[in-house]
């Protein structure tokens, strides 16, 4: 099985949809593709973090949609692959609708719905094959690109002298609104960083705890909100954040 074949069959072999052949076929390649196994720990991740959310109606909007989606889907004549990306897209509207807390009804506080979606955040960008929506190291590249598209500009910083290159940045939703996203890495592993002007005053210390199997860190500084998510270790995240910090400051 080659590599692409192997990323292709993450999904149906998390959901028990390949044969004990492909299973195997699929196993043995995991082996020597760390992309790929990336993936399938990214879609272990996201099976179960829908698992754990609350099982409630989705909203009469979103399963009106849907609906009219299917109809039309079904009803009218289309070739094959067109009608492969069809479904492809309606499925994927209710990844990201789950993503965004859409089919989660009332979550348990408002802090973990923001982290629910920090998180989906964080997976979004570990499944997809462009990452970024600005690719670039140079914060001079990036830090423009954001004007225009969010109402503040973020404090963009390549943090490759601690170890965390910048990758480029994106955007994105939390808590209804669209975000800053600037996403690093560290060796092989990606970490996420989102960030939104601070609705109260004070900044308090990083802080680092384990949600759905990621570290997931939590801070306020020089008047933003940062929320970092990365299946980096903890002493990894709280470094992580110590260095955004310092370059904030060092540029204020």
């Not at 052949?21 to 996201?46: G, I, K, N, V, Y």
């Not at 099976?47 to 909007?61: I, K, V």
């Not at 109260?200 to 210390?205: C, S, V």
């Amino acid at each position: 099985m080659d590599c692409r074949t192997c990323e292709a069959s993450v999904d149906a072999y998390v959901d028990g949809e390949l044969s004990a052949r492909e299973s195997a076929a699929f196993e043995q390649a995991l082996t020597t593709c760390a992309d790929c196994r990336r993936r399938l720990e990214a879609a272990r991740a996201l099976s179960g973090l829908l698992r754990g959310l609350p099982a409630e109606r989705a909203p009469d909007l979103l399963r009106a949609r849907l609906e009219r989606d299917l109809q039309a889907s079904t009803s009218e004549p289309r070739p094959a692959p067109r009608l492969w990306m069809r479904w492809s897209a309606i499925a994927a509207g209710l990844v990201v609708a789950v993503g965004i807390g859409w089919l989660g009804g009332t979550l348990t506080g408002q802090g973990r719905r923001e982290s629910n979606e920090v998180i989906a955040s964080y997976l979004r960008v570990a499944m997809a094959e462009a990452p970024v929506e600005v690719a670039s190291s140079d914060r001079h590249t990036v830090k423009p690109w954001f004007a225009g598209r969010i109402d503040y500009a973020p404090p963009v910083h390549d943090l490759t002298v601690d170890g965390f290159p910048l990758m480029g940045g994106r955007l994105d939703v939390v808590s209804g609104r669209k975000v800053a996203v600037l996403v690093y890495r560290r060796n092989q592993h990606r970490v996420v960083l989102s960030l939104w002007p601070a609705n109260a005053k004070g900044d308090f210390a990083p802080t680092v705890t384990k949600r759905d199997g990621f570290g997931l860190a939590e801070w306020r500084h020089a008047g933003f909100d940062m929320r970092a998510v990365s299946d980096l270790s903890p002493a990894d995240m709280t470094a992580f954040a110590t260095a955004v910090n310092r370059a904030v400051d060092v540029d204020r």
